[in-house]
C-alpha cells in the first residue's frame, strides 16, 4: 500500500506536471505585470490623470482580445497538432512580446504587443491542464492541476517584486527570458497518450471549434463552462486593477498600491487553488467545492465595498480573501477540460479560461459606462452582480465530472 501511494505521488510531481506548472508560472507573471506596471510605464509614455484609466482599460483590452483571439487558435491547434506543441508555440510568441515590450516608445507600440503577448499567453493554461488531466489517473487529476495552479499562479508575486525593484521595461525583459529559458525544460516532455492514440484512429475529427455551437447540448456545456469562472476575473480585471481609485472612494486613509493589490490577491490566489483542489478530492465533487468557493466570493465582494475608511493594510487583507475566494480557477479549467471528448478537449480547455478572460472587455466597458451614470461603487457592484448571478445559473447547469472517464470521442457531424 505504501509503494502504492508513492507511485502515486511520485506521478503528481511528474515533469509534465512540473512543467505545465512553471509555464502557467511564467504565463501568470506576464498577465499581471501590466496591471502592476500601468501607471509608471503610462506616465512614462507622457499620459496622466484620467488617461492612466482609459488608457490602462484600452491596454488591458487590447490584451485580453489577443487572448480571445490565441485562445481559438491554441485550442484548435491542440486537438489537431498536440498539447505539446502549443505550449512551445504560445510561450516563444509571448516570451518574444515580452521583451519588444520593453523597448516600446509609443501606445499604439504598446498596444499592439500587448495584443500579440495576449496571443501568446492564451495557450499556457488549457495545454497545460489537458495535458496533466490526460496523463494523470482520475483518482489524481484534481491534485495535478492544484499543483498547476499553485505554482502558477505565484508568478504574480515574483512579477510585483521585479516590478517594485526595476523599471517597468526590464520587467517585461525578464518576463521575456524567464519563457525562452522555460522552453529548454520542455524537450524531454512526452505528449499526451490520449492524444496519441487519438491519432491512430480513423475518422476521428479533431479541433473543430465550431462544432461548440452546432448542437444545443454540447453548447450548453460549453456556454456554462465559460461563465462559472467570471466572477474570478470580475474581481481581478475591475476591483483589484483599479484598487488604487476604489481606495480613494472607499476612504483608505493611506495609499494603496495596484502592484501590492495585485500581489496580495494573488497570494490568496495560490492558498485558494490548493485549497480548491484538495476540497473537491476530499468531497469527490468538483461542482459542490466550486459551490463553496463562489459563496466566498460573494462575501468578499460585499467586504471590499463595506470597508469604509479602513487601513491600507485591512485593504490589502480584502484583497488577500478576494483571490482565496477566486482559487477555484484550476478546478473551473478542470471542469471544463472534463465535459468534452478527448478530440475537442484542447480546444475547449484552452478557449474556456481565455474567453472568461476576454469577458474583462465587455465588463471593462460595462463599469466605464455605468460609472458615469451611477458612480464608481455602484457601477461596480452592478457589473459584479450580473456576473455572481450568471455564475450561479451555470454551475447549476453542469454535470458532474470527478469520476468520469476521459478516455472518449466527442461525436459531432
Known sequence: MKTHHSANFRQIFSLPVIVAALGYFVDIYDLVLF?????????SLGFSGQGLI?????????????????????????????????????????????????????????????????IGLAGELGAGITLVSEILHRSLRGYGTMLVASVGVSGAILANLVASTFDW??????????????????????ESGMFRAMGEQAGVRKGNFLALFTG????????????????????????????????????????????NGVMFCYLGLIFGDFSSG???????????????????NLAGITLYFLQKNQSPAFFYGVCTFLGFAGGYWAIFVTVAAEQF?????????????????????????LFQLGRNYLGLESSALAVGGVCLAAAFIA???????????????????
Open 35 to 43: 496591471s502592476i506596471v500601468r501607471v509608471p510605464s503610462l506616465k
Open 54 to 118: 482609459d488608457n490602462g482599460v484600452f491596454l488591458l483590452n487590447m490584451q485580453m482580445a489577443g487572448m480571445l483571439a490565441g485562445g481559438i487558435l491554441w485550442g484548435i491547434l491542440g486537438d489537431r497538432k498536440g498539447r505539446l506543441t502549443i505550449m512551445f508555440a504560445s510561450i516563444f510568441i509571448y516570451s518574444l512580446a515580452n521583451l519588444a515590450n520593453g523597448m516600446a516608445t509609443s501606445l499604439p507600440a504598446y498596444a499592439g504587443l500587448r495584443f500579440i503577448a495576449g
Open 169 to 190: 521595461r526590464t520587467a517585461f525583459v525578464i518576463g521575456g527570458v524567464l519563457g525562452l529559458l522555460l522552453l529548454v525544460t520542455r524537450i524531454r516532455v512526452a
Open 216 to 259: 444545443r447540448q454540447r453548447f450548453r456545456r460549453y456556454l456554462n463552462s465559460i461563465m462559472i469562472g467570471i466572477p474570478i476575473w470580475f474581481v481581478v480585471g475591475i476591483l483589484i486593477t483599479f484598487s488604487p481609485e476604489f481606495a480613494i472612494s472607499l476612504g483608505i486613509s493611506g495609499p494603496v498600491s495596484a502592484g
Open 278 to 296: 484538495v476540497l473537491s478530492q476530499i468531497l469527490k465533487s468538483r461542482k459542490k467545492a466550486i459551490l463553496i468557493f463562489m459563496l466566498m
Open 341 to 365: 471528448g478527448t478530440n475537442l478537449r484542447a480546444t475547449v480547455a484552452t478557449t474556456v479560461p481565455n474567453f472568461v478572460r476576454g469577458m474583462v472587455v465587455p465588463i471593462t466597458l
Open 395 to 413: 454551475l447549476a447547469g453542469l454535470e458532474e465530472t470527478f469520476h468520469k472517464d476521459l478516455d472518449y470521442f466527442e461525436e459531432y457531424l
